[in-house]
Nanobody
Framework: QVQLVESGGGLVQTGGSLRLSCAAS????????MGWFCEAPGKEREFVAT????????AYADSVKGRFTISRDKAKNTVYLQMNSLKPEDTAVYYC?????????????????WGQGTQVTVSS
């Protein structure tokens, strides 16, 4: 059983910052990449950022480039999402995901394991 547990969500004002964490536990599994997706009410789950586990190559949605930074700590089996200059439109549930194999990184179905999500609310 693989578990991904997110933390760090909350309520913040416009322009504020949050740091999300996602800790992986359970059985050892091959991991090509870790990603963050978000889902706002009434909208489909959207890609936010991804990082390859081995090489640390990153990719971001255009809407968060320059504001969000994804990173990973291999020793702690944890991936992070530093969110700066937050906007009300960033309000969503943020999900951590793990992909075992290489694939189109911004497509949710290419990720094999998912966390339960953490709420991020940005007030105006």
């Amino acid at each position: 059983q693989v578990q991904l547990v997110e933390s760090g969500g909350g309520l913040v004002q416009t322009g504020g910052s949050l740091r999300l964490s996602c800790a992986a536990s359970g059985r050892t599994f091959s991991r090509y990449a870790m990603g963050w997706f978000c889902e706002a009410p009434g909208k489909e789950r959207e890609f936010v950022a991804t990082i390859t586990w081995s090489g640390g190559t990153t990719a971001y949605a255009d809407s968060v480039k320059g504001r969000f930074t994804i990173s990973r700590d291999k020793a702690k089996n944890t991936v992070y999402l530093q969110m700066n200059s937050l906007k009300p439109e960033d309000t969503a549930v943020y999900y951590c995901a793990a992909a075992q194999y290489a694939g189109t990184y911004y497509v949710a179905k290419n990720y094999d394991y998912w966390g339960q999500g953490t709420q991020v609310t940005v007030s105006s």
